[in-house]
């Protein structure tokens, strides 16, 4: 195990982190950031509708540990490019959801990615999943997270 700042690291804390949904620490303990990778799935077009079209990622290992569900603004590579998002995990309760989905919404990207893998990188947790009484409610949420997120990229 390794020290840093007088904590001695190790995978159970690296794990636990990531359950809790601290990217940040994760990052620190492995001296990068956390990252998943899966291929690109359909899904029910849900985000492409609310104005915020999303790749569906089938993971390529089901045994890697996904980090806690929510909204994380993160760092997609899509072949030979890299590209800002945000990545949500979750349920999506706001429709009555019950398998959990792992779905990134590109920025400033619109092509058709199907059945390509894209490994997505963990910056930060932006809030954590929730219910919204509206559609609308939710569309107006994803703006303010999209805010979030390049305000984040541009103090890196």
Do not use: C, W
């Amino acid at each position: 195990a390794q020290d840093i700042d007088h904590v001695t690291i190790s995978s159970s804390k690296i794990r636990a982190a990531l359950e809790t949904g601290d990217v940040q620490t994760a990052h620190q303990f492995l001296g990068r950031h956390y990252a998943i990778t899966g291929r690109v799935i359909k899904g029910d077009q849900l985000g492409r509708v609310l104005g915020y079209p999303t790749a569906n990622l089938d993971l390529d290992a089901h045994h890697k540990l996904v980090p806690a569900e929510g909204i994380y603004a993160v760092r997609v590579l899509q072949g030979h490019q890299t590209h800002r998002g945000m990545l949500y995990i979750g349920t999506r309760p706001t429709i009555d959801g019950t398998k959990q989905v792992i779905e990134v919404n590109i920025f400033d990207f619109n092509r058709e990615i199907y059945g390509e893998n894209l490994t997505v990188e963990f910056i930060q947790l932006l809030r954590r999943d929730a219910r919204f009484s509206s559609l609308n409610d939710l569309k107006n949420q994803l703006e303010k997270d999209r805010i979030e997120t390049l305000q984040i990229f541009d103090n890196q």
